[in-house]
């Protein structure tokens, strides 16, 4: 089954506590990226991937890092979370080159900073 | 960067009745416009899309509309089922460039019974 699945689903943390929400996808996509989403804001992109060790900023990058070292994996990494990141975050992957082609977005990861 | 606004961010209509969601867009490069349902617990879906070449299309009970000389798309949901009830983003993008999607803030839609 295609899929984009994200791991933890839910996280309870405290400020300052590196943390990382990995990302993998099934159907071979070169295009990932990662979006949070809070109330009133709808989805604000953070980072994204045209393909492996090809990344670059989204609208709301700061706080954050990711890498892509396979095409199927994009973690996302908190270096000193902070309470302002407290959010539900999606991954989502797409065909290369084609933001137009459907994204295909993971059930989510909702955490929350102490 | 492109912006993109949506309305309204609640509408509650009777089952079997009509929804229509509105959004407008900023950056006339944008030709790529998505919509989203997204149910409780769960990431977004697609559920239709509509490029700038087309004025409208159709899919069952969904149809959108894109009007490119006023920068706006909808929309539209026909006789409406419980089942319809979820938060719908619309979306707006340049094809073929690297930023992702632009959301609007979303729509709850309820249907009541």
């Known amino acids: 089954e295609a899929q984009v699945t994200q791991n933890p689903r839910y996280l309870i943390t405290v400020t300052g506590k590196k943390l990382t929400v990995t990302c993998s996808q099934n159907m071979n996509h070169e295009y990932m990226s990662w979006y949070r989403q809070d109330p009133g804001l709808g989805l604000r992109q953070i980072y994204y991937?045209?393909?492996?060790?090809?990344?670059d900023k989204g609208d709301v990058p700061e706080g954050y890092k990711v890498s892509r070292k396979e095409k199927r994996n994009f973690p996302l990494i908190l270096e000193s979370p902070s309470p302002n990141q407290t959010s539900l975050y999606f991954c989502a992957s797409s065909t290369r080159g084609a933001v137009t082609d459907t994204q295909y977005f993971g059930p989510g990861t909702r955490l929350t900073v102490l | 960067g492109e912006n993109v606004e949506q309305h309204p961010s609640t509408l509650s209509v009777q089952e079997g009745d009509s929804a229509v969601i509105k959004c407008t867009y900023s950056?006339?490069?944008?030709?790529?416009f998505p919509w989203y349902k997204q149910e409780l617990g769960k990431g977004p879906q697609l559920i239709i899309d509509i490029r700038s070449n087309v004025g409208e299309k159709k899919d069952q009970r969904i149809a959108v509309t894109l009007n490119k000389t006023a920068k706006h798309f909808s929309l539209h949901i026909t006789e409406t089922q419980p089942e319809d009830s979820a938060v719908y983003f619309c979306?707006?993008?340049?094809?073929?460039?690297?930023?992702?999607?632009?959301f609007g803030k979303g729509t709850h839609l309820i249907i009541q019974p």
């Open positions: 979306a707006a993008v340049m094809g073929g460039g690297a930023d992702g999607l632009t």
């Open positions: 991937s045209m393909n492996v060790e090809v990344t």
């Open positions: 950056d006339s490069a944008s030709n790529y």
